[in-house]
């Protein structure tokens, strides 16, 4: 590993500490009673348009998606860039849904995917499959935030053994653990604006500077080996890299606003107009997202994997350690530090929302329904505060004990299984029709089915799926929400005619959905 | 304003617009990929499987924009 390079530490600390001071004092923004939980866990519902960009933007697009997507890139080559139809492909969906799924949520104090489906379907089983869904698919993504902020201090030339080692990763978990707990969502809120002008600025200055430096794209795409440039060509009787390129696509863009970080902050919204002129303004961090992903391509260009300084970065970080190593070998000291607080503090934005929200979910649909039926308000946000912590807390272990490997694979997991939530939360949006309990089975078929793809395939994304001599390798997440809706449609019937009891009690009315 | 503008402006928004399917054609242009799948014509040295993409973010926020300022009152 290379020496300490104490000029971007000392400029990566002092913005650390910015940031940890604007996370505690978020606590008198906007003033709210933190006492209650929809203060404390979706800041009372009082972010504008601009405020819900950058929340939402820090939400999506995280530090683990700064390192990993051009890592994709500098590893995989094209297939990478799905990133870019993916975040194309989620903004109708946030346009369409997501504003009735706000109006009903505020009319019926709802906060998370579980009340809405407990007050829709009227079944606290259901609730509970999508809390659980929620919060195994959030943890194993705050563990892969947390190896962001673990990447770019190594990078900083901090290393260790034991307990000095991972050092670094505890203080920045603690600042992490108490500002959530004392300011609620305020504080990632505050945060993205300061995380999000730091990344502009870095990927802005750097898709000028380093073209320039290595001579222009013409000179860094002719670097590129020739299979990596674009995706292979499928043969017959496949569509090959086009199908799971273009499901990969389809699906994340499916899954990613049922994760319950991502609904927290289109929740925390002050209306549906906030939502929907989002979904026009947040295309400019797919932007960025795109031109990140092309750094894995600088990469190659300036060969930092053969330089011997980054020797140690590579072996220990792997690809993820690319985009560093770019950052350290064309930058100057200074801006180094700039670049890497802006990794390092977009880790905390999307984990701070994400163990809110895990905390939110436990709360109200386990602890709530299955507890502690009649808590205080004060009792519930405390409740939630303390959750919050247990959540980090548990990613912090699974960090610093577990493989790397395995938090990936986790998250991988993480996706296939929270698209299972979409018949009830984003269809339910639209219609009552289904049956509570064939939308329950619907759940289990898809979670059952996709895991088992997903082992059979060794955990990777794309399932080869045989039918009548063609093969269509696709994203698992895609075919198994078709599985799970196809049950539901069956079923729904099937359970309607055989049960003798009134279908559960809607407590939503038509008109909730609108404004 | 009227009772009557009102509520046409209620089902507006709560309701279906025609001007959504301008959506669909984000869809097909980026879920394609042999429409987008070659280096050739390059712009700027970039090859074209990666500026068509990249301009295809820029033009399905003025879709979007356009939708919600046909949509919203």
Redesign the interface.
Known sequence: MQDVNWIALSIFVLLFGLITWLGFAAANWRKGDLDLLHEWGLGGRRFGTLITWFLVGGDIYTAYTFIAVPALAFGAG?VA?FA??Y???I??FL??VFP?LWNVCRKHGYITSGDFVRGRFGNRWLALAMAITGIVATMPYIALQLVGIQVVVGALGISGSGLAADLPLIIAFLVLAAFTYSSGLRAPASIAIVKDILIYVTAFTAIIVIPIELG??????AAVPAQK???A?PGTKTTG??GS??TL??GSALALFLYPHCLTGILSASSG?AI??N???L??Y??ML??LA?FGFFAIAAGVANLPEYAGGFKQFGNNFAVPALLLHSFPSWFVGIAFAAIGVGALVPAAIMSIAAANLYTRNIHREFLNKNPSDRQESQMAKWVSLIVKLGALVFILFVPTQYAIQLQLLGGIWIIQTLPSVMLGVYTRWFNDWALLLGWAAGIFAGTAMAVAVNLKPAYPLALGGYTFPGYIAVYTVILNLVVVIVLTPVLNALSARPAPVDQTAAAD??? | MGVLAMNSAQTRRGGWSWWYLLFVVQFVAVLWPPFYNSAAPHWMGIPFFYWYQLLWVVISAVITAVIYLATND
Request: proline letters at 7%; a positive charge; glycine letters at 10%.
């Open positions: 094209a860039f870019v139809p975040t194309i492909v903004y109708p346009y369409l009735r222009g794209f013409g000179k860094i795409f440039l674009l995706l060509v890299a086009y390129y273009a696509a389809l107009h929907r002129r979904a026009a303004m295309p400019g797919s932007f795109g031109l092309l959905y609108y404004a």
